[in-house]
C-alpha cells in the first residue's frame, strides 16, 4: 500500500496546478509563462537535491550518452505535457481539465505493448470506473461551457495525458536501474529546457515579460507541484514499474485529483459547492479507486502466501 500512499499525496500537490493555473488565467497571465516557469523555478531545487545525493555527474554522463533520446523524451513527458495543460486553462475551468487529466488512468495500461508488456484488462475494469466517476462530474457542469471551451480544454488534456505518460515511462524503461528520481526529473527538466526558451521568446514578444503575481504563483507550482508532486509520483511509480497491474493501480491514484481540485476551488477561488451529479461522480471516483487498493492488497496477499509455501 506504500506506493498507493505516495500516489495520493503526490495527486494532492498535482491539484495545486489546476488551482493555480486557474488564478493565473484569471489575472490575464499568458499560458506560456503560466508553463515555462514552472520548469525554470523548479530547476534550481533539482539541482540542489541532486548534488547533495551525489549524482551530479551520472545525471550529465547520461545526457552526453544520448542527448537525443533526452530531448525527445523531455520534450515529450515535460514539455508537451504542460504546455498543453496550460494551454487548456485559457479555455475550460480548473474541474474541467483535472477531469480529463483522469485519462492518464487508461493512457498507461493501455501504452503497455509500446514497452513489451501484456495490457493489464483486470486493473483497466477498475480505472473505466474511475474514468465514469470523472464524466459524470464533468456532465454535471459542462452544459454551461460552449463547444470551443469544451475541445479547447479537453482535447489539449488528452495529449497531455498521452505526453506525461510515455515520458515517464519510457524514461523509467531506459533508466529506472541507472538513476534515481530525483536524477530522472533533473535530466528531463533539463532536456525540455529548449523548448521552454523557445516558447518564453514567443510569449515575450506577444505579451513582454509576466507580472511579479504570476512568478510568484508559478513558483509555488513548481515547489508544490514540480518538486513535491512529481518527485512523489515518479517514485511510487518506480517502485512498481516492473509491474503492469500495480503500475496501474498507481496511475489510478491520480483520479484524487479532480476531488483535490473542486474543493481547492471552493476554498480559494470560490468556487460553488459541487452538487448532484457532480457528488454521484466523486463518490464513482472513490469507489474506483478503493476497489483498485482492495485489488491490490489481495494480489499482494497471494504472492506472499505463495512465496511461504514455496
Not at 479555455?91 to 493512457?107: K, N, R, S, V
Not at 508559478?218 to 518538486?227: D, H, I
Not at 503492469?244 to 470560490?270: C, D, K, M, N, Y
Not at 459541487?274 to 472513490?286: K, Q, S
Request: with cysteine; net charge positive.
Amino acid at each position: 500500500m506504500r506506493p498507493i500512499i505516495y500516489g495520493i499525496l503526490a495527486a494532492m500537490f498535482f491539484a495545486v496546478t489546476f488551482i493555480l493555473n486557474q488564478s493565473m488565467q484569471g489575472a490575464g497571465g499568458h499560458w506560456i509563462y503560466s508553463a515555462s516557469l514552472r520548469f525554470f523555478l523548479m530547476l534550481p531545487f533539482f539541482i540542489v537535491i541532486v548534488m547533495i545525493r551525489r549524482g551530479i555527474g551520472r545525471v550529465f554522463q547520461a545526457l552526453r550518452a544520448d542527448i537525443g533520446f533526452w530531448l525527445l523524451y523531455g520534450t515529450i513527458g515535460f514539455g508537451l505535457f504542460y504546455g498543453s495543460i496550460c494551454f487548456a486553462a485559457d479555455y475550460a475551468p480548473g474541474w474541467l481539465i483535472a477531469g480529463t487529466w483522469q485519462l492518464t488512468i487508461l493512457a498507461g495500461p493501455l501504452l503497455a505493448p509500446l514497452f513489451n508488456q501484456r495490457i493489464p484488462w483486470s486493473a483497466l475494469k477498475y480505472s473505466v470506473l474511475i474514468v465514469l466517476g470523472v464524466v459524470v462530474m464533468q456532465l454535471s457542469v459542462a452544459g454551461s461551457l460552449s463547444l470551443q471551451s469544451l475541445l479547447f480544454g479537453a482535447l489539449p488534456v488528452l495529449v497531455a495525458a498521452i505526453a506525461y505518460t510515455l515520458g515517464n515511462r519510457k524514461m523509467m524503461e531506459r533508466y529506472g536501474n541507472e538513476l534515481d528520481v530525483f536524477e530522472r526529473i533533473l535530466g528531463m527538466t533539463l532536456a525540455s529546457l529548449p523548448f521552454w526558451i523557445v516558447l518564453s521568446v514567443i510569449a515575450y514578444i506577444q505579451v513582454g515579460l509576466p507580472s511579479v503575481n504570476q512568478v510568484t504563483q508559478s513558483g509555488f507550482v513548481a515547489l508544490f507541484s514540480g518538486v513535491i508532486a512529481t518527485s512523489l509520483f515518479f517514485y511510487a511509480t518506480s517502485l512498481v514499474r516492473t509491474d503492469p497491474v500495480r503500475l496501474a493501480a498507481i496511475e489510478a491514484t491520480q483520479s484524487f485529483e479532480i476531488v483535490f481540485t473542486v474543493f481547492g476551488e471552493i476554498l480559494f477561488l470560490h468556487a460553488a459547492l459541487p452538487t448532484g451529479l457532480a457528488t454521484l461522480g466523486i463518490i464513482l471516483v472513490m469507489l474506483g479507486m478503493t476497489l483498485h487498493s482492495l485489488n491490490q492488497a489481495e494480489r499482494t496477499v497471494v504472492r506472499s502466501a505463495k512465496r511461504k509455501i514455496n
